[in-house]
Protein backbone atom coordinates (compact mmCIF):
# COMPACT_ATOMS: atom_id res chain seq x y z
CA UNK A 1 0.00 0.00 0.00
CA UNK A 2 2.99 1.97 1.03
CA UNK A 3 3.58 2.23 -3.30
CA UNK A 4 0.06 3.08 -4.13
CA UNK A 5 0.34 5.97 -1.76
CA UNK A 6 3.65 7.18 -3.21
CA UNK A 7 2.58 6.87 -6.47
CA UNK A 8 -0.23 9.31 -5.90
CA UNK A 9 1.76 11.73 -4.39
CA UNK A 10 4.07 11.73 -7.45
CA UNK A 11 1.10 11.33 -9.63
CA UNK A 12 -0.44 14.52 -7.93
CA UNK A 13 2.77 16.50 -8.56
CA UNK A 14 3.43 15.35 -12.17
CA UNK A 15 0.22 15.63 -13.71
CA UNK A 16 -2.16 18.52 -11.66
CA UNK A 17 -0.64 21.51 -13.45
CA UNK A 18 -0.08 19.76 -16.69
CA UNK A 19 -4.24 18.98 -16.86
CA UNK A 20 -4.97 22.40 -15.58
CA UNK A 21 -3.17 23.92 -18.58
CA UNK A 22 -4.79 21.27 -21.40
CA UNK A 23 -7.65 22.50 -19.76
CA UNK A 24 -7.28 26.16 -20.20
CA UNK A 25 -5.87 26.40 -22.99
CA UNK A 26 -8.89 24.12 -24.90
CA UNK A 27 -11.54 26.34 -22.72
CA UNK A 28 -10.25 29.51 -23.81
CA UNK A 29 -10.88 28.47 -27.72
CA UNK A 30 -12.52 31.24 -29.35
CA UNK A 31 -12.21 34.24 -26.36
CA UNK A 32 -10.32 36.10 -28.31
CA UNK A 33 -13.32 36.73 -31.15
CA UNK A 34 -15.70 37.97 -28.09
CA UNK A 35 -13.52 40.11 -26.56
CA UNK A 36 -15.06 42.90 -27.70
CA UNK A 37 -18.70 42.10 -27.90
CA UNK A 38 -18.59 40.85 -23.76
CA UNK A 39 -17.50 44.94 -22.69
CA UNK A 40 -20.31 45.75 -24.31
CA UNK A 41 -22.88 43.39 -22.44
CA UNK A 42 -25.25 44.15 -19.94
CA UNK A 43 -25.33 42.60 -15.99
CA UNK A 44 -26.53 39.34 -15.56
CA UNK A 45 -30.32 38.68 -14.07
CA UNK A 46 -30.54 35.39 -12.03
CA UNK A 47 -33.77 33.79 -11.73
CA UNK A 48 -34.97 30.03 -10.04
CA UNK A 49 -38.09 28.03 -9.36
CA UNK A 50 -38.51 24.62 -7.84
CA UNK A 51 -39.54 21.83 -9.57
CA UNK A 52 -40.30 18.21 -9.31
CA UNK A 53 -39.01 15.58 -11.66
CA UNK A 54 -41.54 12.24 -11.66
CA UNK A 55 -39.98 9.02 -13.07
CA UNK A 56 -41.43 7.02 -14.98
CA UNK A 57 -40.87 3.97 -12.94
CA UNK A 58 -40.13 2.96 -8.97
CA UNK A 59 -36.53 3.78 -8.71
CA UNK A 60 -34.90 1.40 -6.85
CA UNK A 61 -31.02 1.53 -6.06
CA UNK A 62 -29.40 -0.28 -3.14
CA UNK A 63 -31.28 0.68 0.04
CA UNK A 64 -33.92 3.12 -1.38
CA UNK A 65 -36.46 3.19 -3.64
CA UNK A 66 -38.15 6.78 -5.04
CA UNK A 67 -41.25 7.71 -7.98
CA UNK A 68 -39.48 11.33 -7.79
CA UNK A 69 -36.95 13.44 -7.62
CA UNK A 70 -36.79 17.56 -6.67
CA UNK A 71 -35.17 19.88 -8.81
CA UNK A 72 -34.57 23.59 -8.47
CA UNK A 73 -34.57 25.31 -12.52
CA UNK A 74 -32.41 28.24 -13.29
CA UNK A 75 -32.07 31.12 -15.65
CA UNK A 76 -29.30 33.77 -16.19
CA UNK A 77 -30.17 36.40 -18.84
CA UNK A 78 -28.37 39.09 -20.27
CA UNK A 79 -29.22 41.39 -23.14
CA UNK A 80 -32.11 39.32 -23.38
CA UNK A 81 -29.85 35.80 -24.06
CA UNK A 82 -31.19 33.31 -21.78
CA UNK A 83 -29.21 30.30 -20.47
CA UNK A 84 -30.34 27.42 -18.11
CA UNK A 85 -29.47 25.28 -15.46
CA UNK A 86 -30.58 23.30 -13.12
CA UNK A 87 -30.25 21.58 -9.82
CA UNK A 88 -31.20 17.68 -9.25
CA UNK A 89 -31.09 16.82 -5.54
CA UNK A 90 -31.78 12.68 -4.97
CA UNK A 91 -31.71 11.78 -1.16
CA UNK A 92 -27.82 10.71 -1.33
CA UNK A 93 -26.36 13.82 -1.90
CA UNK A 94 -28.20 15.83 1.41
CA UNK A 95 -29.37 18.76 -0.90
CA UNK A 96 -32.92 19.76 -0.82
CA UNK A 97 -35.04 22.50 -2.39
CA UNK A 98 -34.70 24.82 0.68
CA UNK A 99 -30.82 24.14 0.77
CA UNK A 100 -30.46 25.31 -2.89
CA UNK A 101 -32.97 27.62 -2.97
CA UNK A 102 -31.39 29.43 0.41
CA UNK A 103 -28.06 29.52 -1.31
CA UNK A 104 -28.92 30.29 -4.61
CA UNK A 105 -30.64 33.59 -2.77
CA UNK A 106 -26.67 34.53 -1.47
CA UNK A 107 -25.58 34.39 -5.01
CA UNK A 108 -25.21 38.30 -6.57
CA UNK A 109 -24.56 38.01 -9.99
CA UNK A 110 -24.77 42.09 -10.44
CA UNK A 111 -21.10 42.36 -9.48
CA UNK A 112 -19.85 40.96 -12.70
CA UNK A 113 -20.29 42.85 -16.13
CA UNK A 114 -18.98 39.73 -18.02
CA UNK A 115 -20.35 36.55 -18.62
CA UNK A 116 -17.35 35.43 -20.07
CA UNK A 117 -15.08 35.73 -16.61
CA UNK A 118 -16.37 31.77 -15.96
CA UNK A 119 -13.69 31.44 -13.59
CA UNK A 120 -14.26 34.67 -11.22
CA UNK A 121 -17.88 33.99 -11.55
CA UNK A 122 -17.45 30.07 -10.41
CA UNK A 123 -14.88 30.91 -8.20
CA UNK A 124 -16.86 33.37 -6.15
CA UNK A 125 -20.10 30.89 -6.16
CA UNK A 126 -17.74 28.01 -5.20
CA UNK A 127 -16.63 30.14 -2.19
CA UNK A 128 -20.20 31.11 -0.85
CA UNK A 129 -20.26 28.42 1.50
CA UNK A 130 -18.83 24.74 1.35
CA UNK A 131 -20.75 21.79 -0.55
CA UNK A 132 -23.96 22.74 -2.30
CA UNK A 133 -22.87 20.63 -5.24
CA UNK A 134 -25.93 21.17 -7.19
CA UNK A 135 -26.70 24.48 -6.25
CA UNK A 136 -23.60 25.62 -7.25
CA UNK A 137 -24.33 23.38 -10.55
CA UNK A 138 -27.54 25.16 -11.56
CA UNK A 139 -25.11 28.31 -11.72
CA UNK A 140 -22.81 26.63 -13.88
CA UNK A 141 -24.20 25.15 -16.09
CA UNK A 142 -26.58 28.50 -17.16
CA UNK A 143 -22.70 30.14 -17.44
CA UNK A 144 -22.02 27.50 -19.85
CA UNK A 145 -25.07 27.94 -21.56
CA UNK A 146 -25.31 31.72 -21.87
CA UNK A 147 -21.76 32.08 -22.75
CA UNK A 148 -22.13 29.64 -25.24
CA UNK A 149 -25.14 31.34 -26.65
CA UNK A 150 -23.44 34.78 -27.02
CA UNK A 151 -20.30 32.79 -28.65
CA UNK A 152 -22.84 31.18 -30.96
CA UNK A 153 -21.10 27.57 -30.63
CA UNK A 154 -22.08 24.45 -28.48
CA UNK A 155 -19.42 23.58 -25.88
CA UNK A 156 -18.31 20.18 -27.48
CA UNK A 157 -17.08 22.70 -30.45
CA UNK A 158 -15.34 25.10 -27.87
CA UNK A 159 -13.75 22.46 -26.17
CA UNK A 160 -12.22 20.97 -29.57
CA UNK A 161 -14.66 17.67 -29.48
CA UNK A 162 -15.91 15.51 -32.23
CA UNK A 163 -19.61 15.33 -31.89
CA UNK A 164 -19.25 12.22 -34.13
CA UNK A 165 -17.63 10.26 -31.69
CA UNK A 166 -20.15 9.63 -28.81
CA UNK A 167 -20.93 7.06 -26.92
CA UNK A 168 -24.33 5.29 -26.77
CA UNK A 169 -26.01 5.90 -23.34
CA UNK A 170 -26.12 3.36 -20.81
CA UNK A 171 -30.27 2.47 -20.04
CA UNK A 172 -30.18 1.77 -16.35
CA UNK A 173 -32.90 -0.97 -14.82
CA UNK A 174 -33.64 -0.44 -11.04
CA UNK A 175 -33.69 -2.96 -8.57
CA UNK A 176 -37.42 -4.35 -8.07
CA UNK A 177 -39.20 -7.66 -9.02
CA UNK A 178 -38.03 -10.12 -11.54
CA UNK A 179 -41.58 -9.04 -13.56
CA UNK A 180 -40.98 -5.65 -13.35
CA UNK A 181 -37.43 -6.48 -14.17
CA UNK A 182 -38.09 -8.01 -17.32
CA UNK A 183 -40.96 -5.39 -18.00
CA UNK A 184 -38.21 -2.77 -17.72
CA UNK A 185 -35.96 -4.61 -19.85
CA UNK A 186 -37.93 -5.21 -22.95
CA UNK A 187 -39.09 -1.56 -22.88
CA UNK A 188 -35.39 -0.66 -23.25
CA UNK A 189 -35.01 -3.42 -26.02
CA UNK A 190 -32.95 -1.21 -28.52
CA UNK A 191 -30.98 0.11 -26.12
CA UNK A 192 -26.86 -1.49 -26.88
CA UNK A 193 -26.07 -1.15 -23.10
CA UNK A 194 -27.82 -1.51 -20.36
CA UNK A 195 -27.22 -0.19 -16.52
CA UNK A 196 -28.17 -2.86 -13.87
CA UNK A 197 -28.54 -1.42 -9.87
CA UNK A 198 -26.97 -4.58 -7.75
CA UNK A 199 -25.78 -3.92 -4.27
CA UNK A 200 -27.46 -6.60 -2.11
CA UNK A 201 -27.35 -9.79 -1.33
CA UNK A 202 -26.21 -13.10 -3.31
CA UNK A 203 -29.45 -14.49 -3.85
CA UNK A 204 -31.19 -11.13 -5.52
CA UNK A 205 -28.40 -9.63 -6.97
CA UNK A 206 -28.24 -13.15 -9.01
CA UNK A 207 -31.79 -12.44 -9.42
CA UNK A 208 -31.92 -9.09 -11.19
CA UNK A 209 -28.89 -10.51 -13.87
CA UNK A 210 -30.85 -13.42 -14.62
CA UNK A 211 -34.18 -11.29 -15.09
CA UNK A 212 -32.38 -9.26 -17.55
CA UNK A 213 -30.91 -12.37 -19.30
CA UNK A 214 -34.15 -14.18 -19.55
CA UNK A 215 -35.08 -11.32 -22.13
CA UNK A 216 -31.93 -10.06 -23.21
CA UNK A 217 -28.34 -10.57 -23.93
CA UNK A 218 -27.35 -7.10 -24.26
CA UNK A 219 -23.87 -6.30 -22.77
CA UNK A 220 -24.38 -4.99 -19.26
CA UNK A 221 -22.78 -2.68 -16.78
CA UNK A 222 -23.42 -2.96 -12.87
CA UNK A 223 -23.91 -0.53 -10.44
CA UNK A 224 -23.68 -1.77 -6.54
CA UNK A 225 -23.89 1.29 -5.03
CA UNK A 226 -21.33 0.55 -1.78
CA UNK A 227 -23.73 -2.35 -1.35
CA UNK A 228 -21.00 -5.24 -1.18
CA UNK A 229 -19.83 -5.22 2.60
CA UNK A 230 -17.05 -8.07 1.99
CA UNK A 231 -14.14 -8.19 -0.82
CA UNK A 232 -14.18 -11.68 -1.31
CA UNK A 233 -17.54 -12.03 -1.85
CA UNK A 234 -17.64 -8.41 -4.07
CA UNK A 235 -14.58 -10.30 -5.73
CA UNK A 236 -16.33 -13.70 -6.18
CA UNK A 237 -19.39 -11.67 -7.61
CA UNK A 238 -17.64 -9.97 -10.29
CA UNK A 239 -16.37 -13.01 -11.66
CA UNK A 240 -19.51 -14.54 -12.00
CA UNK A 241 -20.71 -11.14 -13.55
CA UNK A 242 -18.20 -11.22 -15.96
CA UNK A 243 -19.43 -14.75 -16.98
CA UNK A 244 -22.88 -13.27 -17.60
CA UNK A 245 -21.91 -10.37 -20.13
CA UNK A 246 -20.86 -8.24 -18.00
CA UNK A 247 -18.71 -5.37 -18.85
CA UNK A 248 -17.85 -2.78 -15.91
CA UNK A 249 -18.61 -2.67 -12.10
CA UNK A 250 -19.25 0.74 -10.46
CA UNK A 251 -18.36 1.46 -6.81
CA UNK A 252 -18.49 -2.33 -5.33
CA UNK A 253 -18.09 -1.17 -1.74
CA UNK A 254 -18.58 1.68 0.71
CA UNK A 255 -16.24 4.66 -0.87
CA UNK A 256 -14.62 4.57 2.41
CA UNK A 257 -12.86 1.28 1.90
CA UNK A 258 -10.20 2.22 -0.44
CA UNK A 259 -7.71 -0.30 0.54
CA UNK A 260 -10.50 -3.24 -0.08
CA UNK A 261 -11.26 -1.72 -3.49
CA UNK A 262 -7.95 -1.89 -4.40
CA UNK A 263 -7.45 -5.09 -3.93
CA UNK A 264 -10.54 -6.24 -5.88
CA UNK A 265 -9.50 -3.84 -8.70
CA UNK A 266 -6.13 -5.62 -8.92
CA UNK A 267 -7.87 -9.11 -9.12
CA UNK A 268 -11.23 -7.99 -11.04
CA UNK A 269 -11.28 -9.32 -14.80
CA UNK A 270 -13.83 -5.79 -15.25
CA UNK A 271 -13.02 -2.25 -14.78
CA UNK A 272 -13.78 -1.10 -11.49
CA UNK A 273 -15.18 2.50 -11.45
CA UNK A 274 -15.58 5.06 -8.81
CA UNK A 275 -19.03 6.83 -8.11
CA UNK A 276 -19.57 7.59 -4.66
CA UNK A 277 -15.85 7.42 -3.15
CA UNK A 278 -15.42 10.46 -6.39
CA UNK A 279 -17.19 14.04 -5.66
CA UNK A 280 -14.49 16.64 -6.77
CA UNK A 281 -11.21 17.30 -8.86
CA UNK A 282 -9.48 16.91 -5.36
CA UNK A 283 -11.01 13.52 -4.48
CA UNK A 284 -9.57 12.08 -8.08
CA UNK A 285 -5.11 11.57 -6.58
CA UNK A 286 -6.52 9.68 -3.95
CA UNK A 287 -8.17 6.76 -6.02
CA UNK A 288 -5.42 6.18 -8.80
CA UNK A 289 -4.87 2.44 -7.84
CA UNK A 290 -7.74 2.10 -6.38
CA UNK A 291 -10.30 2.08 -9.14
CA UNK A 292 -9.77 1.39 -12.86
CA UNK A 293 -11.53 4.88 -13.77
CA UNK A 294 -14.11 7.59 -12.66
CA UNK A 295 -17.48 8.23 -13.25
CA UNK A 296 -17.95 12.45 -13.34
CA UNK A 297 -21.44 13.61 -12.46
CA UNK A 298 -21.95 17.37 -13.04
CA UNK A 299 -24.16 17.79 -9.96
CA UNK A 300 -21.66 16.35 -7.62
CA UNK A 301 -18.44 18.09 -8.86
CA UNK A 302 -20.36 21.54 -9.29
CA UNK A 303 -20.69 21.64 -13.47
CA UNK A 304 -19.01 21.75 -16.45
CA UNK A 305 -15.98 23.81 -15.44
CA UNK A 306 -14.60 21.37 -12.88
CA UNK A 307 -16.00 18.78 -14.90
CA UNK A 308 -13.96 19.33 -17.44
CA UNK A 309 -10.53 19.25 -15.47
CA UNK A 310 -11.67 15.66 -13.83
CA UNK A 311 -11.63 14.85 -17.28
CA UNK A 312 -8.37 16.18 -17.93
CA UNK A 313 -6.64 15.21 -14.96
CA UNK A 314 -7.95 11.49 -15.15
CA UNK A 315 -6.75 11.26 -18.57
CA UNK A 316 -3.22 12.49 -17.49
CA UNK A 317 -3.91 9.52 -14.73
CA UNK A 318 -4.51 7.05 -17.59
CA UNK A 319 -7.76 6.18 -15.97
CA UNK A 320 -10.81 5.42 -17.48
CA UNK A 321 -13.84 8.15 -17.38
CA UNK A 322 -17.16 7.84 -17.44
CA UNK A 323 -20.24 10.67 -17.52
CA UNK A 324 -22.95 9.95 -15.24
CA UNK A 325 -26.00 12.13 -13.95
CA UNK A 326 -28.83 12.36 -11.74
CA UNK A 327 -32.60 12.44 -12.34
CA UNK A 328 -33.06 15.30 -14.60
CA UNK A 329 -34.69 17.26 -17.58
CA UNK A 330 -32.41 17.51 -20.67
CA UNK A 331 -31.05 20.15 -19.59
CA UNK A 332 -28.61 18.89 -17.06
CA UNK A 333 -27.77 15.47 -19.58
CA UNK A 334 -27.20 17.95 -22.79
CA UNK A 335 -24.89 19.91 -20.56
CA UNK A 336 -23.24 16.21 -19.31
CA UNK A 337 -23.29 15.13 -22.60
CA UNK A 338 -21.05 18.12 -24.27
CA UNK A 339 -18.07 15.94 -22.26
CA UNK A 340 -19.43 12.58 -23.96
CA UNK A 341 -17.31 12.49 -27.25
CA UNK A 342 -14.18 12.54 -24.60
CA UNK A 343 -15.07 9.68 -22.41
CA UNK A 344 -15.45 5.51 -22.16
CA UNK A 345 -18.93 5.50 -21.14
CA UNK A 346 -21.93 7.53 -21.17
CA UNK A 347 -24.71 6.78 -18.74
CA UNK A 348 -26.73 9.85 -19.29
CA UNK A 349 -30.43 8.60 -19.35
CA UNK A 350 -31.55 10.66 -16.53
CA UNK A 351 -34.68 12.57 -19.04
CA UNK A 352 -35.32 9.01 -20.44
CA UNK A 353 -36.05 8.08 -17.05
CA UNK A 354 -38.78 10.65 -16.32
CA UNK A 355 -42.20 11.77 -17.72
CA UNK A 356 -41.81 15.33 -17.64
CA UNK A 357 -38.82 16.71 -19.09
CA UNK A 358 -38.66 20.67 -19.86
CA UNK A 359 -36.34 20.65 -22.70
CA UNK A 360 -35.21 19.44 -26.10
CA UNK A 361 -31.49 19.29 -26.21
CA UNK A 362 -29.29 16.01 -26.79
CA UNK A 363 -30.93 13.59 -28.49
CA UNK A 364 -30.17 9.92 -28.11
CA UNK A 365 -31.22 7.19 -31.46
CA UNK A 366 -32.83 4.05 -30.60
CA UNK A 367 -29.77 2.16 -29.91
CA UNK A 368 -28.71 4.76 -27.09
CA UNK A 369 -26.06 6.61 -29.42
CA UNK A 370 -26.53 10.34 -28.36
CA UNK A 371 -27.00 12.78 -30.83
CA UNK A 372 -25.32 15.97 -30.47
CA UNK A 373 -27.01 19.48 -30.92
CA UNK A 374 -24.78 22.01 -33.38
CA UNK A 375 -27.17 24.74 -31.37
CA UNK A 376 -25.08 27.18 -29.18
CA UNK A 377 -24.57 26.82 -25.21
CA UNK A 378 -26.11 23.51 -23.84
CA UNK A 379 -28.58 23.22 -27.06
CA UNK A 380 -31.02 23.44 -25.30
CA UNK A 381 -34.81 24.87 -26.43
CA UNK A 382 -36.81 25.09 -23.33
CA UNK A 383 -40.60 23.38 -24.32
CA UNK A 384 -43.94 24.96 -23.84
CA UNK A 385 -45.71 21.48 -22.66
CA UNK A 386 -43.23 18.77 -20.44
CA UNK A 387 -42.85 15.70 -21.96
CA UNK A 388 -41.91 11.66 -21.86
CA UNK A 389 -38.43 12.13 -23.25
CA UNK A 390 -38.44 8.04 -23.90
CA UNK A 391 -41.42 8.72 -26.81
CA UNK A 392 -39.41 10.61 -28.04
CA UNK A 393 -36.36 8.39 -29.53
CA UNK A 394 -35.49 9.64 -32.68
Same mark, same amino acid.
Given at each position: ????? /???R ?7 G ?29 S ?20 E?M ?6 E?D ?9 M????S????S ?6 ? +? ?23 N /? ?10 L ?14 IW ?6 TP ?12 K ?8 A ?27 DK??A??? /? ?15 L????IV?V ?22 V ?9 T???K?KG ?14 LR ?6 N????L ?28 A ?17 T??N??? +? ?6 L ?5 E??? /? ?6
Amino acid at each position: MSTRR /NFMRASLAATLGAAFAQSSARSAFAAPQVANAASALGKMKLSFRPYLLTLRHAFGVSGVTRTETMGVQVEIECDGIVGYGEASMPPYLSESTDSVLAFLKR +VDLSQFNDPFALDDILTYVDGICEN /NAAAKCSIDLALHDLVGKLMGQPWWRIWGLNKEKTPTTMYTIGIDTPEKVMEKTREAAKFELLKVKLGRDKKSDREMIESVRAVSDKPIAVDA /NQGWKDKVYALEMIEWLHEQGIVMVEQPMKKTKHDDIAWITERSPLPVMADESLQRLTDIPKLKGVFSGINIKLMKCTGLREAWKMLNFARALDMKVMVGCMTETSCAISAAAQLSPAVDWADLDGNLLISNDLFDGVRTEPNGKL +VLSDKPGLGLTKLEKPI /NRLDTLI
